[in-house]
């Protein structure tokens, strides 16, 4: 599973429900829908990207929108963020 702290920043999405993802914008394809991306948010956007790249199983990491998203192989990244788990039954 993905860090949801780093030293450079906080988790601020995770897995997303389906309802989730239309809320906060996300393609609907989005790979937040399997639990294989992550977005980070920080001070300094450019040490975080160098801290997340380094995250084992990282396939792709990138500055989007004011946030760093992230794919990893392999990763059950759990339901997280404010609006991206609207819906989830726990
Ligand atoms: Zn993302």
């Known amino acids: 599973m993905p860090p949801l702290k780093l ?3 906080i988790a601020t999405s995770g897995r997303r429900t389906p309802e989730g993802n ?3 914008g996300g393609v609907p394809n ?3 829908l399997d639990g294989s991306s992550m977005d980070y948010d920080g001070p300094d956007l450019n040490a975080l990207l ?3 790249r380094g995250l084992p199983g990282v396939r792709k990491a990138f500055i989007h929108k004011g946030h760093v998203h992230t794919d ?3 990763w059950n990244a759990p339901y997280y963020g404010a609006r991206g788990t609207t ?4």
């Open 30 to 32: 989005s790979n937040h």
């Open 50 to 52: 160098a801290e997340v």
């Open 72 to 74: 990893g192989e392999g």
């Open 87 to 90: 819906g989830l039954k726990r």
């Open 22 to 24: 239309r809320l906060v």
């Open 7 to 9: 030293r450079h920043g």
